[in-house]
């Protein structure tokens, strides 16, 4: 079983940045690989970024590429980098873990969740 906690979420302004962290407390957290997903209020649930198991690998949302980074910190923790937020990107972030070989966007890849973090932005 694998825990994950998300942080780092908060109220930003239009254009502002923030840096969301994924951490689990078991090491083998570094096999597995990580996403982050977002939920809108009245949206459904969508892919935001990927990062395979080595951190070889990285893969965006078109709508936050090139103002996104994921990054594997260390062995438990995966950050995401969001610069120029505007109030399109208002959501629930959710880190999820797998071991999955498939697409890096598709949810049912991933075995566990997150509890997820509100990132607000004020336009």
């Known amino acids: 079983q694998v825990q994950l906690v998300e942080s780092g979420g908060g109220l930003v302004q239009a254009g502002g940045s923030l840096r969301l962290s994924c951490a689990a407390s078991?090491?083998?957290?570094?096999?597995?690989?990580i996403g982050w997903f977002r939920r809108a209020p009245g949206k459904e649930r969508e892919f935001v970024a990927a990062?395979?198991?080595?951190?070889?690998?990285t893969y965006y949302a078109d709508s936050v590429k090139g103002r996104f980074v994921i990054n594997r910190d260390n062995f438990n923790t995966v950050s995401l980098r969001m610069n120029s937020l505007n109030p399109e990107d208002t959501a629930v972030y959710y880190c999820?873990?797998?071991?999955?070989?498939?697409?890096?966007?598709?949810?049912?890849?991933?075995?566990?969740w997150g509890q997820g973090t509100q990132v607000t932005v004020s336009s």
């Open positions: 078991t090491r083998t957290f570094r096999t597995y690989n």
């Open positions: 999820a873990a797998g071991a999955s070989h498939g697409l890096p966007e598709v949810a049912d890849g991933y075995d566990y």
């Open positions: 990062i395979n198991w080595s951190g070889s690998s």
